[in-house]
């Protein structure tokens, strides 16, 4: 590996290795500080040394060094050749024990919450930004609504109304005894166990308050930089990006603000739930008209906090040009309690005596579910018609995912997860409940779960049928891809090689696999657009026979009676599979390093973005890793005039470069920046052009000392940045070959391993490209880049 020829890598580049310049002189102190990617890599292994020392930082994430450059600078002499290396570890903020698996069941809210961050690249001035930004806000408040209204489904409904209601039902179960209308207790009446089951929604609704304002306090509240981030006034309007304001990592108050509207919202869906059924009691019964007259007021009260919520959720935008910790207003403060204020009188009220009055089928207000549905798909519509208006006014459009639509789509899936999760929880709920028999069925001693829930369960096995074929379409572009790029991988190597066929094919299959990376985009629009149809035919199908599809296709002929069936069965099934599935998976993600890898980068991704929609879902690490590696930067330089090279693996270049961005332009001079398998440009620049588009990204480099990104075919999230720096040097380093030898040679006697997305440090060329890096950093503050002439479009070649 050593000895390994970098010949064909400098001529692919177009540009020769140059001669590495003279060391730094005595007086200038560099340090080079880098920060790992995915899966997280322990200090040891970042400085190839196990004796190292935390330099600064606690056991959440801290900077290392290896002991003996623990005091480097009061030594500079010898560090006269090379930098001093440090190492910033943050795995800590996004791993830990299995118990974080847990953290998945908010992978609805964290979907929603990036759809917020996936707008098209249009200026910040546009007038359809703001009707986005509230847009993605209020569906993400129905998602709570849906979470909340499923908890209720499971307590209120299943439990104390339909099973504990009926005596089949309740046979059999100690633990409802108490509650069968059989035994004539206190609790038998329908309000009282209705009331007392309505404790564990609430409950799963203070548990997600709790958690919120935990990680609230951890991450949302780290300090902002020590001085005011800076954009030179020579750098055009469209090269500057919002993660260069001040406050753009400081999202306390947005996120305080969201959690008390939420919160609200969960507990009034409570506070409904109870309503409808009692409403529906009283007109039954004939109830004491004093008993109607407060539920009328109460319902009335209802309806006001909830307008007050929607104001709220309405009028909450970030504030990213300043840190914003003022304290809110007494009437957001005081929302939550009010709520709890109104519940507490709606369970009393429910409590209340009713004599005769009795449970019966379903719970009133089970249609809530559709009607959530065809609201949520409401506001995707509408989100597609902004969406569409800001890529209209966009000025970069070619790599945008979806054309700009990545938005509404992830949008759309938010909403698909949430109604899989809710519903598979409700349908094996429902099939534990009722033992042998099938809820829904006209044999079933209870109705079963709402009819909208079946019918969504019913759908499921189409989609995982769109998605199959879609996955076997990627194989087959595997194959293909596989087949042309096998006739260019030999002349990659030394021509003097032995050819080898199988070693051939595995190294086109590896870059073949690495390239589905690119189309992703078709396989989220599939699912989109399939969702929807079927999501809508779902609703029509409940609505129109309010039977489930076994009941609704009886007099059908047999073959469609049959499938309505199977797809019933299937479905129900597979809605409980997905959610033991999804939390065997983070269970694994977080206990295994392989696994960690594998599903880190999505989970990373979309965890990296602060909580702008939902205040439940699971916190945003960069808003404390990125503070840090500010103030790391800043400090650093300003105590020891030094020059600073930050080096980013994989997610932790993402978190590199938006540290850089917060530098003031001083600073910033005087770092370089140094990528290796960056999703920047690949991931986020796609997905995210707003805030990763290449035109804010030639301005990040504008106004830096310098900047160079290494990338592999065979690295599936790594890839070209695609920028020309002004002197008309690229940023890319690359392709590197991988791996770095084809067959057995006198230098390489054993195969050499195929790197794909990691150990770039082992290629020779990024010694020799951190090499000039280092040279590059000169005593003297640099002078800014000129601007880039006008009709230069920045794009690399490559």
């Not at 910033?88 to 759809?115: D, E, K, Q």
């Amino acid at each position: 590996m050593e000895t390994a020829d970098t010949t064909p890598h400098a001529h692919r580049n177009g540009r020769h290795t140059a001669e590495v310049g003279p060391p730094p002189a005595s007086s200038q102190r560099v340090l080079e500080l880098l920060v790992h990617g995915v899966g997280g890599t322990t200090p040891e292994e970042m400085l190839g040394d196990p004796r190292i020392q935390r330099i600064t930082g606690d056991d959440t994430a801290a900077c290392y060094r290896r002991t003996e450059d623990a005091d480097a600078e009061a030594r500079p002499d010898a560090y006269r050749d090379e930098p001093v290396r440090e190492a910033y570890c943050w795995s800590n903020l996004t791993s830990g024990n299995s118990a974080r698996a847990l953290w998945l069941i908010l992978l609805p809210f964290m979907v929603a919450n990036l759809a917020h961050w996936m707008r098209p690249a249009a200026p910040p001035e546009h007038r359809a930004q703001r009707i986005y930004d509230v847009l993605v806000r209020v569906l993400a408040l129905t998602l709570t609504v849906l979470l909340a209204a499923a908890a209720c489904e499971i307590a209120l409904d299943l439990t104390a109304w339909q099973c504990a209601g009926t005596p089949v039902c309740a046979d059999g179960k100690s633990w409802l005894g108490f509650l069968s209308p059989a035994n004539s207790g206190w609790w038998s009446t329908p309000g009282r166990r209705l009331a007392l089951a309505a404790v564990m929604p609430v409950l799963i609704i203070g548990f997600l308050w709790w958690l919120s304002h935990r990680t609230w306090s951890a991450y949302e509240s780290a300090s902002p930089p020590p001085r005011d981030p800076g954009t030179s006034r020579d750098t055009p309007t469209h090269q500057r990006t919002v993660l260069s304001l001040h406050g753009f990592w400081y999202g306390r108050r947005l996120v305080a603000r969201l959690r008390a509207a939420h919160t609200t919202a969960g507990v009034l869906t409570v506070a409904a739930a109870l309503r409808i059924a009692t409403a529906q009691l009283d007109r039954r019964g004939g109830a004491d008209p004093a008993l109607v007259v407060t539920g009328r007021a109460l319902t009335a009260l209802v309806v006001l906090l909830a307008a007050i919520t929607l104001v709220i959720v309405w009028r909450t935008a970030r504030s990213e040009a300043a840190p914003d910790d003022r304290s809110d207003r007494l009437v957001v403060r005081a929302l939550p309690y009010a709520s709890l204020g109104v519940l507490a009188l709606i369970t009393v009220h429910t409590a209340w005596s009713r004599p005769g009055a009795h449970s019966h089928g379903p719970l009133p207000g089970a249609s809530a579910f559709g009607a959530i549905a065809v609201f949520q798909s409401l506001v995707v519509l509408a989100l597609a018609i902004t969406a569409w208006f800001l890529q209209r006014a966009a000025r970069e459009k070619a790599r945008s995912a979806l054309n700009g639509m990545a938005g509404p789509a992830v949008a759309l899936l938010s909403c698909a997860v949430g109604g899989v999760l809710s519903g598979g929880v409700a349908q094996r709920f429902a099939d534990w409940m009722d033992g042998d028999a099938t809820p829904g069925q006209a044999h079933a001693p209870v109705p079963g779960p709402p009819v909208l829930l079946s019918w969504q369960a019913s759908v499921l096995p189409v989609l995982l049928v769109v998605v199959a074929v879609v996955v076997l379409l990627a194989a087959v572009r595997v194959l293909v891809v596989r087949g042309q790029v096998t006739k260019n991988v030999p002349g990659l190597y030394d021509p003097r090689e032995r050819p080898d066929a199988r070693r051939t094919q595995r190294i086109a299959g590896t870059i073949a696999r690495a390239g589905l990376t690119d189309a992703a985009p078709v396989l989220v629009a599939a699912i989109a657009a399939v969702t929807l149809v079927l999501g809508a035919g779902a609703v029509a199908g409940a609505w129109l026979t309010d039977l489930a599809p076994g009941r609704a296709t009886e007099g059908a002929p047999p073959v469609v009676h049959a499938a309505a069936e199977t797809a019933e069965s299937l479905g129900s099934w597979l809605m409980s599979a997905g959610v033991i599935l999804l939390l065997t998976m983070g269970r694994r993600a977080y206990r295994d390093h392989s696994a960690r890898r594998t599903i880190g980068i999505l989970w990373d991704v979309g965890t990296f973005w602060p909580r702008a929609a939902h205040p439940f879902a699971p916190p945003c690490y960069a808003e404390r890793a990125v503070p840090d590696l500010t103030w790391r930067m800043a400090t650093w330089t300003e105590r020891f005039d030094g020059r600073l090279v930050i080096s980013g693996h994989s997610q932790g270049s993402v978190l590199a470069a938006a540290a850089v961005w917060q530098l003031d332009l001083v600073t910033r001079s005087r770092v370089a920046l140094l990528t290796y398998g960056s999703p920047l440009e690949r991931l986020y620049g796609r997905w995210f052009p707003a805030y990763f588009g290449p035109a804010v990204l030639t301005g990040l480099h504008r106004e830096m000392d310098d900047w160079r990104n290494l990338w592999r075919f065979t690295d599936p999230i790594g890839g070209p940045i695609r920028l020309t720096c002004e002197d008309g040097q690229r940023i890319d380093e690359g392709p590197l070959r991988d791996p770095l030898a084809f067959g057995r040679t006198l230098q390489n006697p054993l195969p050499a391993q195929i790197l794909g997305h990691g150990d770039y440090q082992a290629d020779p060329v990024f010694e020799t490209v951190r090499a000039e890096l280092v040279a590059r950093l000169g005593p003297e503050v640099p002078l800014q880049r000129p601007q880039t002439p006008q009709g230069s479009s920045g794009r690399s070649s490559a």
